[in-house]
């Protein structure tokens, strides 16, 4: 068991992080023509030791799909152009504005008990502004939350910070009959579904500031056709947010149940603050 990170450019620039407990991947410039934009997928393996390397080599040599169970878990999520597990969108007019794929990626280090990874992204114009993005992620050794700080400036050249920007942290459903948990008092925000009909159960769960507005919203450009909730928060002087996102599932033998996804999410929130 150990953090792992990798730049995957032999599948289209994809760039892939892991634990013990859980894996994530987030998109890159070979998928600027396609639905993909800056939302984070996650992958549910069942074993402690890295996925990464071998899921990769396997589905891309046709032995076998990375999309089907083999013993070690499987990537059923659906992303599309939502914001998925945790990603960022900036809220506009009551509306989620995402950034398309990633414009740079760097793995800032990896080691076997953690790794930080860096992205940037630009945001179409907004009122004749454009806003660029810079997410940095840590994902450590037995935890099921990647620790997200990201800023948001203004203009490629100055780098002006966005201070006071709404922005939303987003969760992604999978089915229509997930089931959604709000507490913008704590700053806990939740989905309790499938990965796929049929499939084990899934949690996903995000922890922002308390009292950020949480808006339920329908998603129907891409797959999947189901709702995603938001978690509005306003960038500070510096035009930074700091939260926390990730996901358990049954399969991994730690996400029992429902209630048992709340109550990890409530003890995260109580032992690290956001």
């Keep these: 068991p150990r953090a792992y990170a990798r730049l995957v450019p032999e599948r289209k620039d994809d760039l892939a992080w892991e634990n ?15 639905d993909e934009a800056s939302g984070i997928d996650l992958w549910a393996k069942k074993v ?18 990375y999309h089907e169970d083999h013993g070690e878990g499987y990537d059923g999520y659906q992303v599309g152009d939502s914001p998925g597990c945790g990603g960022l969108v900036i809220w506009q007019d009551d509306k ?3 950034a398309d794929v990633y414009d740079q990626a760097a793995i800032r280090f990896t080691k076997p008990d953690v790794v930080e990874i860096e992205t940037t992204y630009t945001y179409p114009a907004i009122q004749g502004k454009v806003y660029h993005e810079t997410r940095t992620l840590t994902l ?20 002006r910070p966005a201070a006071g920007l709404d922005v939303a ?8 009959a997930a089931k959604f948990t709000c507490r913008p008092e704590s700053g806990v925000m939740a989905v309790w579904d499938v990965l796929m009909p049929g499939k084990e159960p899934l949690g996903l769960g995000a922890l922002v500031p308390p009292g950020a507005r949480m808006v339920r919203l329908a998603h129907t450009t891409t797959e999947p056709k189901a709702d995603q909730v938001f978690a ?15 996901f358990g599932w049954k399969g991994d033998g730690a996400t029992p149940s429902q209630q048992a996804w709340l109550d990890s999410l409530d003890n995260a929130r109580q032992a690290g603050g956001n």
């Design 20 to 34: 013990d407990k859980v894996a994530f991947r987030c998109y890159g410039p070979a998928l600027r023509a396609g």
């Design 48 to 65: 402690p030791r890295p996925v990464i390397d071998r899921w990769y080599a396997d589905d891309l040599a046709g032995r076998r799909s």
């Design 96 to 98: 989620p504005v995402p």
């Design 140 to 159: 450590r050794l037995g935890q099921h939350l990647n620790e997200i700080t990201s800023r948001f400036t203004l203009d490629a050249g100055q780098r």
């Design 169 to 176: 942290v987003g969760l992604m459903a999978q089915t229509p």
């Design 232 to 246: 509005v928060v306003r960038t500070d002087d510096q035009g930074r947010i700091r939260y926390r996102a990730g």
